[in-house]
């Protein structure tokens, strides 16, 4: 059974901080790993990596995948208030359909 | 505008009445994904799609139903809900049939409390 586990579960910085969000999985043959973002309302998608990408940045935000230690982290640079979401990471598997989400990290950035 | 569509977005019914979510997305996707998010529980898929007439189950499907007619429609059905049915739905869609591919896009969200 795919697993995902994501830490923290939840964080609390101040405006122009950076944070660095961790998850860390357990899948049969890894084929890809996503990181969503999640505002009040429907997950927005931000990344994906997989064997061919293992590192990706938008902004100030940026991701790496660690693919034999099995983990990726989320870096958010500067943080802003509008950073505050619950942010998702989710792995799939080949030969699955199916993704399989970690419990998330609710970030929160205070002014 | 390219979206995923869930109706009702709020809803409020008792035990046992059946009732059905409707989601629909106008992206011509093959894949479409029902989940729950619930405390501490995260995203938890329910049932997926990959294609017309082609359902299978997620990670905690009972007490639910699906069905894929047409590609743009896959509706949740709940026969007999319960109050441990009481969830935030989300379904999503995404191009492609295996969803690794490409990202999956997710409708505004159902929210529904039985009582």
């Known amino acids: 059974e795919d697993k995902v586990v994501q830490s923290p579960l939840s964080l609390v910085v101040h405006e122009g901080d950076t944070v660095t969000l961790n998850c860390s999985y357990e899948?049969?043959?890894?084929?890809?790993l996503l990181w969503y973002k999640q505002e009040k309302k429907a997950p927005t998608f931000l990344f994906m990596l997989?064997?061919?990408?293992i590192e990706k940045k938008s902004g100030r935000l940026s991701s790496i995948l660690d693919k034999k230690e099995l983990f990726s982290i989320l870096n958010i640079t500067a943080t802003q208030t509008g950073d505050s979401a619950v942010y998702l990471c989710?792995?799939?598997?080949?030969?699955?359909?199916?993704?399989?989400f970690g419990k998330g990290t609710k970030l929160s950035v205070i002014p | 505008e390219a979206q995923v569509t869930q109706n009702p977005r709020y809803l409020i019914t008792v035990t046992g009445k059946k009732l059905t979510v409707t989601c629909s997305q106008n992206?011509?996707?093959?894949?479409m994904s029902w989940y729950r998010q619930d405390p501490g529980l995260g995203l938890r898929q329910i049932y997926y799609?990959?294609?017309?007439?082609?359902?299978d189950k997620g990670d905690v499907p009972e007490g639910y139903k699906v069905s894929r007619k047409e590609k743009r429609n896959f509706p949740l059905i709940l026969e007999s809900p319960s109050p441990n049915q009481t969830s935030l739905y989300f379904c999503?869609?995404?191009?492609?049939?295996?969803?690794?591919?490409?990202?999956?896009?997710f409708g505004p969200g159902t929210r529904l409390t039985v009582l």
């Open positions: 899948v049969t043959n890894f084929r890809s």
């Open positions: 999503a869609s995404s191009l492609y049939s295996d969803p690794s591919t490409d990202t999956q896009y």
């Open positions: 989710a792995v799939k598997g080949a030969g699955s359909y199916q993704l399989t």
């Open positions: 799609s990959m294609n017309v007439e082609v359902t």
């Open positions: 992206m011509n996707h093959e894949y």
């Open positions: 997989t064997s061919s990408g």
